[in-house]
């Protein structure tokens, strides 16, 4: 009697946590759609899509570039002219356009839930599930941490600007009034392009964690007695994700480190040209744009290299536990050591103590390569089934690709070597002729 009440409740409970889960998922749905709707950026029916674009062409084309023709100021005082805005104005809605429409193609062909993979966490763990929970609630949190500090520091400049600007700064009709007006709109103006950018670089990190967090729940079958059926179906289910993260995003990275290098390179010739005027007053804006989009570009690459590491790292840890697996079977074999003995002195390898930690990726690294033993059980699987996971690992690498291209740390190398030998060239082309 009591093991059929066993039987009866665990699929109670299964279905219990399941429909709990459920509803907190739905919960950070709702939250996550209202901060779209916030943002002007939910395009769930034809009114709010009507409406999402037209914010969205008023403050990416239509303030900036009626405020760069109408306050050029050229005749203002040094400290109040704007030679670069030009820079600032077409890297920044270049971008809110880029992310804007990327937004707009994957709410339209995907879905909110989709888009989020919230429909693939039906069968994931309760760790797993809850960890994404958190991340997706603390998103736009995130998304706050970089657009508010960016935004005092545009709003305190601009403010300044138009109130020490006195009447030398293009007006209509009542000054107090036109100048706020025309603050306002600058400011939500800058605003909304820096967080719709930075939406989509918060969101593509998101995605990311959650595969992180998979590949952490599925180091631990190497901790266990699993078969190869059970790990391969599931390595390709997370190698597949990666395949649709890649695709998905492939063209916005790709589009992202081209423009933020265009933009950085345009930025570093015109300061450093000769007769250039550089203040804090006339290059604040400039480098608060290249701030912006430098840490955009960041987020992106560093979230991409992250979970290629991550995946590779679990052919080092097949690679240990194969070895381990098959030290302790020829071990029995010769009769050197007692199989209970062996047991008893092995150490559980603690396959992600460091993955949970924001430190730097070194730690992981090191973890990986300590000399932890596997734990291995009494009815392994044979050695055949084992080399032969271990070279489909070792030749089906997962990770985030962009048009074949993967992106881990060599790839991060190579561009920042390709990036500092194109600005060690653009200062001695300015710098060195000067």
Known sequence: MEE???EILVPMNKSMSSDYQTHEGEGELKRFRSGLTWMFLDQSNLWRAGLSWSIFFLLTIGV??????????????????????????????????????????????????????????????????????????R???????????????????????????????????????????ACTLLMCSWLYRTSIFFLVCVLFRLICYLQILRLEDFSKVFERESDVDSILKEHLSIRRNLKIISHRFRLFILLTVILVTASQFTS?????????????????????????LVTGLFICLRSAAKITHRAQSITCLAAKWHACATINTFDDLDDETPKNQINSSQQVFPVNAHWESDNDEGDAEDELDNTNMVPIHAHTISYQKRQALVSYFENNRAGITVYGFMLDRSSLHTIF?????????????TIGIS
């Open 4 to 6: 059929d009440e066993r």
């Open 139 to 181: 998103s736009l949190k995130l998304l706050s941490a970089f657009v508010l500090p960016c935004f005092v520091a545009d709003g305190a400049y601009k403010i300044w600007w138009f109130i020490s600007g006195g009447t030398q700064i293009p007006y209509f009709g009542n000054i107090y009034l036109s100048n706020t007006i």
């Open 268 to 292: 570093l010739l015109v300061t450093t040209e000769t007769g250039s005027m550089v203040n804090i007053f006339t290059a604040g804006d400039l480098a608060l744009c290249s701030i912006t």
């Open 64 to 137: 900036p570039l009626v405020s760069h023709f109408v306050f050029s100021c050229s005749s203002c005082d040094q400290v109040h002219r704007r030679p670069f805005d030009a820079i600032v104005q077409l890297s920044l809605s270049i971008f809110a356009t880029l992310s804007f429409v990327s937004l707009s193609c994957f709410a339209r062909r995907y879905g909110v839930r989709r888009f989020l993979f919230l429909d693939k966490l039906f069968d994931v763990s309760d760790k797993v599930h809850q960890g994404y929970t958190d991340q997706l609630h």
């Open 417 to 429: 070597a390709i990036q500092m030998s194109l600005t060690l060239w653009i200062l001695n082309k």
